[in-house]
């Protein structure tokens, strides 16, 4: 069984840019939620979608969307850049949605010049 | 505010040691606590806790959950190089998939 793709792996922007993340689950798995990463914080929840609905959100700007495609793959956008935003994107999937095990893909390395 | 707080941050030792990895709570709606091992990029899941007292063991790793106290340990015995990871502590609440996390402890075990 493939595990949880992400795309793209890395990716250099500038300030004021936008930027979309995609993630693939596991075949099956209808929920999917994003996190950020960074040394100082750790790991953040961003949000999480199960069969195309936003389940639960974060607290982040309204900068930072999601969405599910009926297919269970999901998208983030950040959009006017900061150079805070420079993190690893990890995207998890679930086959349910309850606070269990959660299958992580290998992340997006997001940097904001 | 719910918060996940893990102790060390870092930890050096050498191959054959055994370590304990603490991490305390504070969480609404608690519903399980997980440990994942971030080597490289992905986490990958190692336990998950929803009870009291019962250890849960896998090889050289074992994690037991006190919720009255609201904490968590995770024990690794006779260390290996293939240890050295940052281990995640996160907690979850009922009905989601948004888990709290711990910035983690880093394990460096020296050869």
């Known amino acids: 069984k493939a595990g949880v793709t992400q795309t793209p792996r890395y990716l250099i922007k500038t300030r004021g840019q936008q930027v979309t993340l995609s993630c693939s689950p596991i075949?099956?798995?209808?929920?999917v939620s994003w996190y950020q990463q960074t040394p100082g914080q750790g790991l953040q929840f961003l949000f999480e979608?199960?069969?195309?609905?936003?389940?639960n959100k974060g607290n982040f700007p309204g900068r930072f969307s999601g969405r599910q495609f009926s297919n269970s793959r999901s998208e983030m956008n950040v959009s006017t850049l900061e150079l805070g935003d420079s993190a690893l994107y990890l995207c998890?999937?679930?086959?349910?949605?309850?606070?269990?095990?959660?299958?992580f893909g290998e992340g997006s390395r997001l940097t904001v010049l | 505010e719910d918060k996940v707080v893990q102790s060390p941050l870092s930890l050096v030792v050498h191959e054959g040691d055994t370590v304990t990895l603490n991490c305390s709570y504070e969480?609404?709606?608690?519903?399980?606590l997980l440990w994942y091992k971030q080597e490289k990029k992905a986490p990958t899941f190692l336990f998950m806790l929803?009870?009291?007292?019962i250890e849960k063991k896998s090889g050289r790793l074992s994690s037991i959950l006190d919720k009255k106290e609201l904490f968590s340990i995770l024990n690794i015995t006779a260390t290996q190089t293939g240890d050295s990871a940052i281990y995640l502590c996160?907690?979850?609440?009922?009905?989601?998939?948004?888990?709290?996390f711990g910035t983690g402890t880093r394990l460096t075990v020296i050869p």
């Open positions: 075949s099956g798995h209808r929920s």
């Open positions: 996160a907690v979850g609440g009922t009905g989601a998939n948004n888990l709290f």
């Open positions: 929803t009870s009291s007292g």
């Open positions: 979608y199960f069969s195309e609905t936003q389940r």
């Open positions: 969480v609404t709606n608690f519903r399980s």
């Open positions: 998890a999937s679930s086959p349910v949605v309850l606070a269990g095990e959660l299958f």
